[in-house]
């Protein structure tokens, strides 16, 4: 395949906002500043190197089917590990936060001239644990942006950013992928010999996001979310959970599968109000009747606040227990008025 052809595949991968600001470029100047945005795990690091390789470009379009020194060296290395002399990469790291002296240690680089490509980009990875200080310091330059510079915010939280950053980038989301289309991911990962209710089980935690889909399918601990869906709509007697499952919850890389389920399983309640039989887990018709739309806010209001604090340092531990404790009250509520089938 030419590198013409490739290159076109690529693009054909970028939302449509960016195709469409990608042709215009080419005619005219476009914004430096973006901000991607949309779950975890749905590639947006990877449309934001592919956005960079194609405006560091030096010769858009490769007449002559031969890479530009750029995009060369963009192809040496897999996202992963890339390694390109004018892509300058922030993420908190080990860290919870993005402190002020990194962010502006980025900025200072980022005014230096280009050396392979026709411009210089910055990619902040989990922009929203930017702290204030960082925050404002960045504000100034996304204002003022320096000549020939990309900067690129990625997150899935947008609305923690500060409403000044929001309003000095290009807004682009990056929505879940369909059913069908997570059907062929799951397809194709190497060992995917699993029952029907474990492929269920995967794409309903995986949320149409291809990364989760493949980091749930190599977690050892994988066997355990199976229990999931079925302690959060039958009451747990004796012991309030799993003791194996409990910890996983509390863990940074289970607790937003927890949400998850209870935001998928408040989403089923009102389907099944809608008259739409066709649930993510298994819901008996005594859960909906009797778990009242009063009930089903509170406990989805309690989900999203508790998804915004993940980005704080939060007793996951405290926040499980008693997320699980009134739900399972509520469960045992539903046992006694209304009888459940499976």
């Known amino acids: 395949m030419t590198a013409g052809n490739t290159q076109n595949r690529e693009e054909a991968r970028l939302p449509e906002l960016l195709q469409r600001l990608l042709l215009a470029g080419r005619s005219r100047s476009i914004p430096a500043t973006y901000l991607f945005h949309g ?3 749905i590639g947006k690091k990877q449309a934001a190197l592919l956005w960079s390789r194609l405006l560091l470009c030096t010769r858009p379009g490769h007449p002559d089917n031969t890479l530009c020194p750029s995009c060369a060296q963009f ?3 897999s996202p992963e590990s890339m390694h390109h002399p004018d ?6 790291g080990e860290g919870t936060t993005i402190p002020i002296d990194e962010t502006r240690r980025l900025i200072s680089e980022l005014s230096n001239a280009p050396l392979l490509g026709s411009r210089r980009t910055a990619i902040l990875e989990e922009a929203h644990l930017l702290t204030e200080s960082a925050a404002n310091s960045l504000l100034k330059t996304l204002e003022d942006p320096p000549e020939k510079t990309l900067i690129i915010l990625v997150t899935p939280y947008p609305d923690n950013l500060l409403p000044t950053l929001l309003s000095r980038t290009v807004s682009v989301g990056f929505s879940g992928c369909t059913r069908e289309e997570m059907e062929e991911y799951l397809a194709a990962l190497p060992g995917h010999n699993l029952s029907s209710a474990e492929k269920n089980m995967l794409l309903l935690f995986s949320r149409g996001a291809p990364g989760q889909l493949q980091a749930l399918r190599n977690s050892p601990q994988w066997p355990l979310f199976d229990k999931l869906p079925r302690a959060l709509t039958h009451p747990q007697k004796g012991t309030l959970f799993d003791m194996d499952l409990l910890p996983l919850l509390s863990d940074p890389s289970g607790f937003p599968f927890l949400l998850d389920t209870m935001e998928s399983l408040l989403l089923d309640l009102y389907r099944m109000d809608a008259g739409d039989s066709r649930t993510s887990l298994p819901v008996s018709s ?7 739309h009063l009930k089903r806010e509170e406990f989805h209001d309690r989900v999203l606040r ?6 704080h340092n939060i007793n996951r531990s405290l926040a499980v227990e008693e997320l699980l404790w009134d739900w399972n009250e509520t ?3 539903v046992n006694d008025e209304t009888p459940q089938s499976d």
Not at 286 to 292: D, F, H, R, Y
Not at 306 to 311: E, N, Q, V
């Open 39 to 41: 779950p975890r795990g």
């Open 75 to 77: 192809d040496k290395f």
């Open 87 to 92: 892509i300058l990469q922030l993420s908190p």
């Open 286 to 292: 005594g859960l909906k009747n009797a778990v009242s």
């Open 306 to 311: 508790l998804r915004t604090l993940t980005i």
């Open 331 to 333: 469960l045992a509520s």
